[in-house]
Every structure is written in C-alpha cells, then in structure tokens.
C-alpha cells in the first residue's frame, strides 16, 4: 500500500489530509530501516505486535485495516478501497475545506 499512501500525501498536500499508520512489525529497527527505504514521510506509530494497545481500542481484526476520518474525527468509512477509497477522501477533503472557508457561526 505504500506506493498508493504515497501518491495520496503528494495529491492531497497542502489540503486538509493525513495518513496515519499504526505498525504491527514486532522489530522496532527493522521497521524503521523499512520506512526509511519505502520513503514514509506521514506519522506512523509501532505497536510491537497485532495485540498492542491502539489495535486493541481500536478493535483492528486484521492487518492492514483502514479506517477513513472525517476532518471532525470520526469515522466515516472502514477497510474500503480502489475507486471507492478515491471517491471518499476526495469527498472529505472538500468538505473540510468548505467548512474552514464557512463563516463561524
């Protein structure tokens, strides 16, 4: 997925959007060697195992599992993908810019 997540940070910077990772590598070094190689410049947090804690709260089953957020946090979408994934985060985004151009209220 790292070569999609990639194009999604160049298409969508500068925008409201952000990649998250959570990673289930059990070697702290190697992922890092990893990300390094796979050039993962978003935020990325290593959770030491498929049981960790951020799995656990966030009742993950599978790996990789996909959550989409909208720009308030919550979730919109789980574990789609391809033209659908596309179609929603393009949604989002422009939803979260019309609300940061609205009039507060």
Do not use: C
């Not at 070094?29 to 030491?48: C, D, P, V, Y």
């Not at 656990?56 to 391809?82: C, H, S």
């Not at 033209?83 to 940061?100: G, M, Y």
Request: charged share 35%; aromatic share 8%.
């Amino acid at each position: 997925m790292y070569p999609h997540e990639r194009s999604l940070v160049e298409k969508y910077k500068q925008r409201p959007f952000a990649i998250l990772g959570v990673n289930s590598d059990k070697d702290r070094e190697q992922l890092k060697r990893r990300m390094a190689k796979e050039n993962i410049t978003w935020k990325s947090f290593f959770e030491g195992g498929t049981g960790g804690p951020i799995a656990t709260r966030w009742n993950v089953q599978a790996w990789p599992t996909l959550y989409l957020l909208d720009a308030k946090g919550v979730i919109r979408l789980k574990d789609v993908r391809g033209k659908r994934l596309e179609e929603a985060i393009d949604k989002l985004v422009k939803e979260a810019e019309h609300r940061a151009r609205a009039p507060a209220k």
